[in-house]
């Protein structure tokens, strides 16, 4: 059984980087396509972005692209997530979860980290 | 980017009522749509993908169907476990709103 948990709660100033930590036990990172959605509060849910293993390619949204960057360390099978020059309109819970894809397609999400709470303000 | 509007954004239902939550997509999508339910303070969870294949340990009152650019979730007899808020999300491509922006079953 995947397990997917993030670190804790982060508060940042404008202007700031943060970089949020989800750590996999069950299974290995390195089989995983694991991607990265965030909720701001009372709001729907945004796809950031995400590593596709079949062409060993990070994928990113792109309303994101240039401020965020996802990396993995498979040697502890911990990914990260991180953003920068943030705004308040950043403060959101960011999710991490694992991605199955459909043929030539984008991913759905089965797994699911808790969340972490990223609160932008001055 | 392919755009997703769920209707209604709001549903007010009775436990043992059958209940219907629409997806539409901008473009065809072809069968490539998932449902997730979230509750308060929980990460989403994956009822359905591929359109009508329900998840493993989904119970079997959830379903799925529409293909293109039309799409249904139906509760056919809503448990009080079943209220929540539910999420429609494309995966024909990449995008930052590929989720629907979300209906919530409340008690009535």
């Known amino acids: 059984q995947v397990q997917l948990v993030q670190s804790g709660a982060e508060v940042k100033k404008p202007g700031a980087s943060v970089k949020v930590s989800c750590k996999v036990s069950?299974?290995?990172?390195?089989?995983?396509?694991m991607h990265w959605v965030r909720q701001a509060p009372g709001k729907g849910l945004e796809w950031m972005g995400g590593?596709?293993?079949?062409?060993?390619?990070?994928i990113y949204a792109q309303k994101f692209q240039g401020r965020v960057t996802v990396t993995e360390d498979t040697s502890t099978d911990t990914a990260y997530m991180e953003l920068s020059s943030l705004r308040s309109e950043d403060t959101a819970v960011y999710f991490c979860?694992?991605?199955?894809?459909?043929?030539?397609?984008?991913?759905?999400?089965?797994?699911w980290g808790q969340g972490t709470l990223v609160t932008v303000s001055s | 980017d392919i755009q997703m509007t769920q209707s209604p954004s709001t549903l007010s239902a009775s436990v043992g009522d059958r209940v219907t939550i629409t997806c539409r997509a901008s473009?065809?999508?072809?069968?490539?749509l998932a449902w997730y339910q979230q509750k308060p303070g929980e990460a989403p969870k994956v009822l359905i993908y591929?359109?009508?294949t329900l998840e493993r340990g989904v119970p079997s009152r959830f379903s799925g169907g529409g293909s293109g650019t039309e799409f249904t979730l139906t509760i056919s007899s809503l448990q009080p476990d079943d209220f929540a808020t539910y999420y429609c999300?494309?995966?024909?491509?990449?995008?930052?709103?590929?989720f629907g922006q979300g209906t919530k079953v409340e008690i009535k």
């Open positions: 979860a694992t991605g199955i894809m459909g043929v030539g397609t984008a991913y759905y999400f089965d797994y």
């Open positions: 069950g299974y290995m990172l390195s089989k995983l396509s």
């Open positions: 590593f596709d293993p079949g062409d060993g390619e990070t």
């Open positions: 473009q065809s999508i072809s069968r490539w």
């Open positions: 591929k359109a009508s």
């Open positions: 999300q494309q995966y024909k491509s990449y995008s930052a709103e590929a």
